[in-house]
Nanobody
Framework: QVQLVESGGGLVQAGGSLRLSCAAS????????MGWYRQAPGKRRELVAR???????NLADSVKGRFTISRGNAKNTVFLQMNSLKPEDTAVYYC??????????????WGQGTQVTVSS
């Protein structure tokens, strides 16, 4: 069973920075995308950033130039460096792992979420 454990959320003033970390355990998949999604109160969960096993990244337009996603050397960790934070970045941030068996996408795994609050 794959488990994702997030850390690094918290309260920060606008313009500040936070770094989120997510560690996956129990995964035997050699090919997997990892990423971060967020959900603000009353809104749908939305993609923030994703990174493939080969390091290809995809960031939402709203965070380009401010957020950076990266993977650890072991490939089962993912980080989200968030700079120049804005109040509209306030949300619960969820770590995601999408495994693949060859070209076949398998079911997603999700972390429990970590709160990020940006005060104005």
């Amino acid at each position: 069973q794959v488990q994702l454990v997030e850390s690094g959320g918290g309260l920060v003033q606008a313009g500040g920075s936070l770094r989120l970390s997510c560690a996956a355990s129990g995964s035997t998949f050699s090919i997997n995308d990892m990423g971060w999604y967020r959900q603000a109160p009353g809104k749908r969960r939305e993609l923030v950033a994703r990174i493939s096993t080969s390091g290809i990244t995809n960031l939402a337009d709203s965070v380009k130039g401010r957020f950076t996603i990266s993977r650890g050397n072991a490939k089962n960790t993912v980080f989200l460096q968030m700079n120049s934070l804005k109040p509209e970045d306030t949300a619960v941030y969820y770590c995601n792992l999408t495994p693949y068996r060859g070209a076949i996408r398998l079911d997603d795994y999700w972390g429990q979420g970590t709160q990020v609050t940006v005060s104005s």
